[in-house]
């Protein structure tokens, strides 16, 4: 029995509808909606996946299909209409948009993991994940440009296929670079953010120590502004009961005034006696020369034509991001029951991995990329992995651990 892509759930046959990851409104403002388009590559063979646009689809219950129809595809459209013809889009628009490629991006890599046929089952679908976690959109609109195309870029690799964190959508004259990924702009937002993320070992979550922010706005970017895009973010951050097991200080740093002013939406008197659950942060923009909250929903932002105005460059600011901060939080030890951090050959051998992959990704787009990063990962895995085997054969001499086994 299939399930659904929105909520998860078993769908009979005859309940089924098909959920277009790409939207049949989109593949008619582009073109032929029963064009061949590139899906991916193969990854034995490195052959182009090719097939008709209109037959990417997924199955979803009637009820989840009609409510994302009406709730969101009909607004995302309008948006996309209003971008496109290079008027002002409001604060509320964008939100939308947000919510959009939020859909998009994960329904995209539901489907990959659905075509691959992969033997583990999700944890999550479209509805558990939508707007829960820090998110930003690059966008770039040509008013010059008449060409009528879509594209996808970003969804062929490991850094994407383990945590749907960016994709690139061309939509005729309008790039956006989409991301998303826990605690993706907390940091320059000056929220609460963690240092550094482990696996646990009892169940292989990752978890975090989290550090109080200073509630102040960034102003450098980097790597977000690569293009010289207009940009559009939303932190995200989820409190669950487990904080108070570990500590009732970290939702302290949430529940504090600075934080529940910054909300899209305040939340009650009585919401904040069990806080549980995921919070929006307002919108932030560099609409208006610098980095700020947008309070008012109706507020108008503009968008123009990036100072990088190209598929290609688009893509390196998405490799950017996937290279830092995305892989900068990706977990390099272990966290034992009794508080000890190990070295995990694994994660340093899986993030060394995806830093090869987008090195390539890189070389084939023609651009350079600088390789010590890749040198310094290759080094810490070989490190830690000789460093393992010496433990378990029992020759490390003493004192000469590194100072990330502890």
């Not at 892989?327 to 830093?355: E, N, T």
Request: proline share 5%; with cysteine.
């Amino acid at each position: 029995m299939a399930r659904c892509i929105f909520c998860g759930t078993d769908v009979r046959k005859a309940a089924r509808t098909k959920e277009h990851v790409l939207p049949m409104w989109l593949l008619r403002a582009t073109g032929d909606p029963n064009r061949d388009i590139r899906i991916e590559f193969d990854q034995d063979t490195g052959a182009d996946i090719i097939r008709p646009a209109s037959t990417f689809h997924f199955p979803a219950c009637e009820v989840c299909n009609r409510k994302y129809g009406r709730n969101l595809e009909t607004k995302a459209q309008q948006v996309v209409s209003v971008l496109s013809s290079t008027q002002m889009l409001s604060v509320s628009q964008c939100y939308c948009l947000l919510d959009w490629l939020d859909k998009v991006r994960i329904g995209l890599w539901l489907g990959y993991h659905a075509l691959h046929k992969e033997i583990f089952e999700p944890n999550f679908h479209i509805d558990s994940r939508l707007g829960k976690k820090d998110r930003l959109a690059i966008i770039s609109v040509d008013p010059n440009d008449k060409s009528r195309s879509l594209g996808i870029g970003g969804c062929d690799n490991n850094v994407f296929r383990t945590s749907q964190s960016g994709m690139f959508l061309r939509i005729n004259n309008i790039r956006i670079v989409s991301a998303s990924f826990d605690f993706l702009v907390s940091p320059l937002a000056g929220l609460p953010h963690p240092k550094e993320l482990f696996v646990r070992a009892s169940d292989m979550q990752i978890v975090g120590s989290v550090v109080d922010g200073d509630h102040e706005m960034r102003q450098d970017w980097m790597p977000f502004t690569k293009s010289g895009g207009s940009i559009i973010a939303q932190p995200i951050f989820t409190l669950s009961p487990e904080m108070l097991h570990y500590s009732h200080a970290t939702l302290d740093m949430y529940l504090k005034a600075e934080v529940i002013g910054r909300l899209k939406n305040k939340p009650t008197a009585s919401k904040l006696k069990k806080p549980f659950g995921a919070y929006q942060m307002q919108l932030i923009s560099s609409s208006g020369g610098h980095f700020r909250y947008f309070s008012n929903k109706h507020a108008k932002l503009r968008f123009g034509p990036a100072g990088e105005n190209s598929d290609a460059a688009f893509m390196h600011a998405l490799y950017a991001i996937f290279m830092d901060p995305v892989l900068k939080l990706h977990p390099m030890s272990v966290l034992q029951k009794d508080g000890r951090k190990s070295a995990s050959p694994l994660c340093v051998y899986l993030r060394f991995q995806k830093v090869v992959q987008i090195v390539l990704r890189c070389e084939q787009l023609g651009i350079h990329v600088p390789k010590d990063d890749l040198i310094d990962e290759l080094h810490r895995w070989s490190r830690i992995r000789e460093e393992i085997e010496a433990h378990s054969h029992g020759t490390l001499e003493p004192g000469s651990e590194r100072p990330w086994i502890s």
